[in-house]
């Protein structure tokens, strides 16, 4: 019996259009009242999930900013704030590239130095909610979570040659096609999920997950039913248990609908 369904955003339950398939909430109201609890796992800021699940925020885990931060009913369950001590190398990597731009991501708010570069100002208000321009990220007081690289240029072969290096310390992940995050090493989803699993007391075969990046790859781990998206990396493929229809095709609705049956 599945206890609990997590789920990524982008790619994944999200439609091309980055917005919730309509009957997704009939779908919730399903699991609500098998007393399944549903999990939103994303790279992308709390405040920016909590206001995509606003009318079932008190039925919502929130597994942000990749594994980072984990708060339920307005409680933080996990937290894994991370050094600062290379910050300025990573900004002046990132500087030294072309279309490459650092989003420093803060428990209270994510942050930009300033820019007029309407690309990357589209791109970053789609996963950051509550956003501050400043002059610069060396600045901010606040403990950082992770620094997301938006790199217009494409991400896996653009910047993260000039960040992998960083490995040994950090995790070093491609979130996304122009997304690259450094987190602490004990940083991911999956540490995460694990967190969320021992908190309610999930056991692996009634965990249902879905993830379609390398930044979901550890939380294919974490459950017996483990399903990447048809439209996955390739890798993610070969470490999910199944293969479920792309997000276009509502591939986790379509899944969960199986298992409630």
């Known amino acids: ?139 901010i007081s606040e403990n950082m979570l992770k620094l997301a690289i938006c790199d217009l240029n494409g991400s896996e072969t653009n910047s993260y040659p000039h960040y992998k290096k960083f490995n040994a310390e950090y995790q070093v992940v491609v979130s996304g096609g122009i997304w690259l995050d450094i987190m602490n090493q004990s940083t991911n989803k999956g540490v995460a999920l694990e967190k969320i699993k021992e908190f309610f007391e999930i056991k692996y075969d009634e965990l249902l997950v879905f993830g379609d990046y390398l930044n979901d790859y550890e939380m294919m781990s974490c459950g017996k039913y483990s399903f990447a998206m048809e439209n996955a990396h390739p890798k993610l493929k070969e470490k999910a248990n199944y293969v479920t229809k792309s997000n276009k095709d509502e591939g986790v609705l379509f899944t969960i609908k199986q298992f409630l049956k």
């Open 1 to 139: 019996m599945i206890k609990l369904v997590a789920s990524d955003m982008d790619g994944t339950l999200l439609n091309e259009q980055g917005n919730i398939p309509s009957h997704f909430w009939e779908i919730e109201k399903n699991l609500e009242e098998k007393q399944i609890l549903f999990c939103a796992a994303s790279g992308r800021q709390y405040f920016n999930l909590e206001l995509l699940f606003s009318s079932i925020k008190n039925n919502t885990i929130f597994l942000a900013e990749n594994g980072s931060l984990v708060i339920f009913r307005d409680k933080v369950l996990f937290e894994n704030s991370m050094s600062k001590k290379d910050l300025k190398e990573w900004l002046q990597i990132a500087s030294s590239l072309q279309n490459v731009f650092p989003v420093f991501c803060g428990k209270n708010s994510a942050y930009i130095e300033k820019t007029e570069n309407e690309t990357f100002l589209t791109e970053v208000k789609k996963y950051y909610h509550k956003l501050e321009m400043v002059d610069s990220l060396e600045e």
